[in-house]
Structure formats: C-alpha cells, structure tokens
C-alpha cells in the first residue's frame, strides 16, 4: 500500500464516516428517544390545551413519601406520573427564589451572582405589591444579564399571557414563575383555601405556591427562610394543601406538583408528578436526560407551556415531559416506583459526598505506585530472584490499578448507596469487579504476552463504557467517575471524564491489536484493525443517539488518524495533517447538522449548539466554555500540575532513557509501535484539554489508566529479558575446591631434641 493511496483512503474514510453518521444518527436517535410501545397515546406528547395548574413547593423528596404521612403526595405517585427532580440552578445548592425564578426562564436563574459566592444565604419570598410588580425583579433580571446561561426571566409569563391569554398566580414564589417580563403580574392573591376553587377557574394555567419545607438540621443560619416547624410538620402542611389543590382544581386539567428547591444547604434531586385524564400511573421522562424517572427543573417550564398549547418556546432549555405507562398500577408496584425515585435520590447524594473523597485517595493511592515503581527500577535490592518478585509485584499492582477506573461504573450494578456505610460499600464494590478484571486479565492464557492484560483491561474498559452508553447511562449516573445528577450537567452519554477512559482505553487496545498483528507479519491487516476499532469507537461517542460528545472527536479522531499512519509505516507531512484537520471538521459538521435535522425537543446539545451558531450565540458558548478552563486551570494549584505534567511527558516520550525510564525504552525496542501510539495519546489528550470545557479532566483522567498499563508492558519487556537471558545462559560447571596442603605436626616442646 503506497503512502498517498493510503492518505487518500484515510480521507475517504473519514468522509464516508461523516456521510454514514449523517444519514444514520437522525433514525437511530429518533430510535432511542421515541416513545416505548407502552408509552401513553400521542395525546399525551401533544396534549390538547386544558386548564393546567403548577403546583410548587421546595424541599420535599421521595422519601417524605409514605400513605399515612402524606396522602396527596401518595395519591399523585400512584395514580399519575412521578419522576426524581434535578434542581440545580446558578448556585450548588438552591433556594426557594432560584428554583421558582428557573420555572420562569425556562433556564438557570438565581438571585445571588454565581461568582460572588458558592453557597449564599436563601432570601426570602414577598408578596407583589399592590399593583402587581414583583420586588426585586429589576435585579433578578440584572444578575440573569451576567450569567452564562442566558435566562429570559418573565419567559414563562409571557408566552402565556400572549395572545390575551392570562395566567393567575397563588402565592409569593408563584408571583416570580408567573410574572411578564416586565416584572408584573396579573390577579395575585395569596393562598386561601377557601377562595381556591375560585381562583383556579379564573384563567386555563394557574400557578400556586403551596409552602416550602426547610430543614431545621441543614438550614444555613445566615438564611431569611426559617424552618417554622419539624421537617415532619413542615412536610404534612405541604401535602394538605397540594390534596385541597388536587380537590379544587378543574375538571379535566392537569396538575403538575414538584418540589423547585433545596430544603437547605445539601443538595438533593427533589419530587415530581403529573395527573391528568391522559396521564397514567407510570414515570416521567424527558429528552433532556434521556432518563425514565429523572427530570430536570426547565422541563417543568416547556411541559406547562406545551400542556397549555404554547409548545417550543426559543430560550428554554427543557424538553416537555412524557410519560411511561406502568405495566401494573397496583400499590405494591406503586411502592416499587416510589423505591426506585428513592434510588435515585439516595444514590445521587450519597456519590455526590464521596466524590471528592475518591477522586483525592485514588491520587495518593497512584503517587505512592510511582513512587514504588521509581524504587524498584532504579535500585537493585538483594538478590535476583527478589528483584524478579518485585517486579511481578508491580505488574500486578499495575493491572489492578488499571481495573478501578471500570470497576467504578460497573460498581453501579449493586445497590451500595443503600447500605448503612455508603463509603465501605462502594469501596468494596469497586474491589469486587477490580478482583475479577484484574484476575482474568492475569490469570488467562494471555498473561505472559507483552501486551495480554493490558488488552484485556482497555478493552473491558471500552466494552463497558461503550455498551452504557448505547444502552442509557446508567452504569455511569451516580457513579464515582460518572454524571452526577445533583450538578445537572450532563445526563447521558459521554461526559469529559467517560470520554477520557473511553479514549484512552481505545488507542491502548489498538496498539495491542497493532502490535499482534504486525508482529505476525500481517500489516495491512493491523492497519484494517486499527481503523475499524477507532472508527467504531468514535461513532459510539460522537453520535447523538449515544455519546453525544462534541468535544470528543476534535481530539480523537487526530489521535486514531496518527497512529493509523504510523502502523502503516507513513510519515506524517503538513497535508497529511491537513487532510486529517478537514476530515475531522467535516465529521462534526455532518452529525451536527443530522442532529439539527430533528425536531427541537428531540435535539441532543450538538443540534442546539447548530442552532445557535445559525442564531449568532456560537462566539458567546466558545468564550464561556474557554473561559470555564481557564478558571478551572488557574484555579488550584493541583489543576497546574497538569499542562505541567503534559510537558512531562511529552519530555520522557522524547528522551526514554532518562528519569529512570531505560525501562519504557527496552519497551519500545521490542514493541516499536508503541512510542508512536503514546504519542497518539498525548495528542489525544493535548486536544481535549484545549478544546473541551473543564478540559483539565481529560489528560488527568485518562493517565489514572494510561500510565498503570504503561507500567505494566514496561516490566513485562524487564520480566521477559531476564526469563530469555536465564534460558540462553549456559549452565557453569562446578570449580572442584583444590586440595588444601598437608600442614606438619610441630613437636611438643617436651620432646628431645633429634641427634
């Protein structure tokens, strides 16, 4: 295969993907977000305009759940809808102002500037004033101006009162989510249970403010909304008035209940449900999280403007809700509803806690196997058969170190968060699949090939992440390496930290691959290899239906394209590298624009990123997401260690035999497809730390599982040298010890003397 048909054919490759994606993402990811055989009739996705009345409160779970304590809440779970509710809004922790304010937008909003605190004291709810204009919305639309997320307050009010429509609010936080964005409501009173039904029948939507639940054990003293009773009482006073709103509202409207906001300085997902005549028992759902049972805050905002004939309004970023008819609709399989929004919850707050925890033990755990590793390379303790121990010692450690990163999504598959010790229980999780990757990857047929468990790690690492992807994201929501739902950012497919594992465990398994098959002789076939396992990993995360990443591929698809080059023994020129850029700028164009091609609920963040470039808002997105990195870099000084450690690299790829690293050099020596697939990875990496906001997670991730399997083929190659060099040293015979000489007897001094 000549060099410039081998360009070419790359080119046309990339072209061919791009082509494929196009034509296939829009069917396939249309496939996954339709609605299930069992989903309720289209009148329940198109809904005829009816009364709709949103009920809001703030604080209460699922777990406050229960049929004795709380009827209504109990009556909405088992005949309507119900979903875990995300209510993340500018700040880690919501209050009752944020979460009634995003209902307004449709998008982010809050009343303290992001930036002037993380956590900052929750104001209190007030009343209109009298010619109905909501105090402080002049500010309220101020700090919305200088946020990144572009919030229209007075969204909501608006497209409802368009028209000569009208929208009645119940209470101080309904006041926010229903006034214009002028600042102004219409027909404000506060809740009286004697004047609801009334005031339910004076316009087609109605929001109602039903009380906020404030945690007397997590309130922030510096707070102006106090708890005024027991979490308990709070909760039972709640669920009183949604049952007289359930009772009074009109006949044939739907009613959506959820709980908008913290109940106090911990964050948790919140509750949601939906009842009307064409909702079913089941759970909710939206496009946005591509999740059954989780919903985020603005899809409450689409779904009462869909429900109240108003659908796709620009500037919101939900998706109306749908719903997911129950195969039974008895209590016990309500109470099984109920367990697994609970799961949610609990799952969700319990990782969110240990993150951090984790992520700072996992560092310490890898610095001390370094460190290990630089002692046992550099000095030479007792005798051989010591050093061989050693040696095996780290390779073990090496691939076990490498198994964790997996095992922390397949950990997911036992329900740890529902043990007494969560810390213990997700710990010894991870250690069970650790125990079972590392066992087959050391233990099987392959164990003293060069790079046998290093495959067998990356490509359970890619088999596993991929396969979640394509089947929903479960594995990694909640998990220590995964989404977490708490934060909101990301509810399926590949997040920065998924992608840089999913990445690197890619181009390792393609160099093992590579490496087998030149080895036997057979290039072109290493070459055919290669490609299709990148190419088929790139589908997987750049596709809409999938991994939905379009920081990924500017970064992935150079890295595979090199070292395609490489196995083929090519040289990489500047129009080669030019044929590269404009072949992975073409892929991205291509499913960006087949994704665009749905409709807008239906749109993953590649379509709506589309639209806002054609809107003008492209610059705005790439100078936010820029600057997202640069604070997150400049931020700490563990985030500098790494374009610090990038250059490190780059230098030990350079300059084998220094640092200790004769090692990874006897590596090249007898793979020498692997210094150019390091590189690969490096430019992987270099890539997606430029282009990807909190980019400083990819390189940093991704060498959690590079640099064990580094490890581990390094001392394989010492491992293998001394075995070879034991079987070709000859035996040396024993030396037979010379005979000692005789020594004479001195005679006793008594003795005479001879004559």
């Excluded at 339709?34 to 604080?59: E, H, I, W």
């Excluded at 109990?74 to 209902?103: E, I, K, Y």
């Excluded at 964005?181 to 027909?187: D, L, Q, Y």
């Excluded at 996992?362 to 121990?389: N, P």
Aim: glycine content about 8%.
């Amino acid at each position: 295969m000549t060099r410039s048909r081998l360009t070419t054919l790359l080119t046309a490759a990339l072209v061919l993907l791009a082509a494929l994606v196009g034509a296939v993402a829009p069917a396939a990811s249309a496939a996954s977000t339709a609605t299930p055989a069992r989903s309720a009739p289209p009148a329940a996705s198109a809904p005829t305009p009816r009364p709709v009345v949103m009920v809001g409160t703030g604080g209460v779970t699922w777990s406050d759940v229960s049929p004795a304590a709380t009827p209504a809440l109990w009556s909405l779970l088992q005949g309507g809808a119900s979903a875990s509710l995300t209510v993340r809004s500018v700040h880690s922790n919501t209050c009752p102002v944020d979460g009634w304010l995003t209902l307004s937008a449709g998008e982010r909003a809050g009343d303290r500037d992001a930036g002037a605190d993380s956590r900052p004291p929750c104001r209190a709810l007030r009343e209109p004033a009298a010619d109905g204009v909501v105090p402080g919305w002049a500010t309220y639309r101020r700090i919305a101006a200088g946020e990144d997320f572009d919030a229209r307050l007075g969204l909501l009010g608006d497209e409802l009162v368009r028209g000569g429509g009208c929208v009645r609010p119940i209470g101080p936080g309904a006041a926010l989510a229903a006034a214009t964005s002028a600042g102004t409501v219409t027909g404000y009173a506060p809740y009286d249970a004697r004047t609801l039904r009334a005031q339910l029948a004076a316009c087609r939507v109605t929001v109602v403010d039903v009380g906020t639940v404030r945690d007397p054990a997590d309130v922030d003293p510096a707070d102006e909304v106090r708890p005024s009773a027991s979490r308990a009482a709070q909760v039972r006073a709640v669920d009183a008035r949604v049952g007289q709103v359930l009772a009074a509202a009109p006949a044939g409207a739907d009613v959506l209940v959820a709980s908008l906001s913290d109940a106090g300085e911990s964050e948790r997902l919140r509750l949601a449900a939906l009842r009307g005549p064409d909702v079913p028992p089941g759970t909710l759902e939206s496009t946005s999280t591509r999740q059954s049972g989780l919903i985020q805050l603005a899809d409450l905002t689409a779904t009462v403007l869909a429900r109240a004939g108003r659908p796709d309004p620009a500037g919101v970023s939900g998706n109306p809700l749908r719903v997911v008819p129950a195969d039974d609709i008895s209590a016990a399989a309500a109470a099984d509803r109920l367990q697994g929004l609970i799961d949610y919850d609990q799952a969700s707050h319990e990782v969110h806690s240990l993150v951090p925890p984790f992520f700072n033990g996992w560092v310490m755990v890898q610095i001390l196997i370094y460190a290990f590793v630089a002692v046992v390379w550099r000095r030479r303790w007792g005798s051989e058969d010591t050093r061989l121990r050693l040696l095996r010692l780290v390779l073990r450690v090496a691939i076990i170190a490498a198994a964790v990163p997996v095992s922390t999504f397949l950990a997911n598959l036992l329900p740890w968060w529902r043990v007494s010790s969560p810390m213990l229980a997700v710990v010894g999780s991870v250690g069970v699949f650790v125990a079972v990757i590392s066992s087959i990857a050391l233990l099987g047929p392959w164990r003293r090939s060069l790079f046998g468990p290093v495959a067998v790690v990356s490509a359970a690492t890619m088999v596993v992440l991929a396969a979640d992807v394509m089947t929903g994201s479960r594995l990694q929501l909640s998990s220590l390496m995964g989404l977490q739902p708490v934060v909101g950012g990301r509810f399926y497919g590949m997040g920065n930290v998924t992608f840089a594992l999913f990445a690197t465990a890619t181009i390792m398994l393609c160099i093992a691959v590579a490496d087998h098959f030149v080895r036997a002789g057979r290039r072109p076939v290493a070459v055919g290899a290669v490609s299709a396992i990148g190419l088929a990993a790139v589908v997987v995360d750049a596709s809409p239906a999938w991994g939905s990443d379009f920081g990924g591929p500017p970064a992935f698809l150079p890295a595979l394209a090199f070292f395609v080059l490489a196995v083929a023994g090519v040289r990489l020129t500047w129009r080669r590298a030019l044929a590269i850029g404009g072949g992975t700028v073409l892929f991205l164009v291509a499913i960006g624009f087949a994704d665009w091609l749905r409709p807008p609920e239906s749109r993953s963040h590649l379509g709506r990123f589309v639209q806002t470039a054609m809107d003008g808002g492209a610059a705005t997105i790439i100078l936010r997401k820029g600057r997202q990195n640069w604070d997150i870099l400049t931020g700490s000084t563990l985030t500098l260690l790494v374009p610090i450690g990038l250059v490190f690299i780059v230098y030990i790829l350079a300059r084998p035999t220094s640092w200790g690293s004769r090692a990874l050099h006897r590596a090249y020596e007898r793979a020498p497809l692997l210094r150019p697939g390091l590189i690969s990875l490096l430019v992987l990496f270099l890539i997606g730390f430029a282009a990807n906001d909190s980019g400083t997670a990819i390189p940093a991730v991704g060498a959690t599982l590079a640099l064990p399997l580094v490890i581990a083929i390094s001392v394989r190659t010492l491992l293998d040298e001394t075995r070879t060099a034991d079987a070709t040293t000859p035996a040396t015979p024993a030396t037979p010890r010379p005979p000692r000489p005789a020594t004479p007897r001195t005679a006793p001094r008594s003795a005479a003397p001879p004559a």
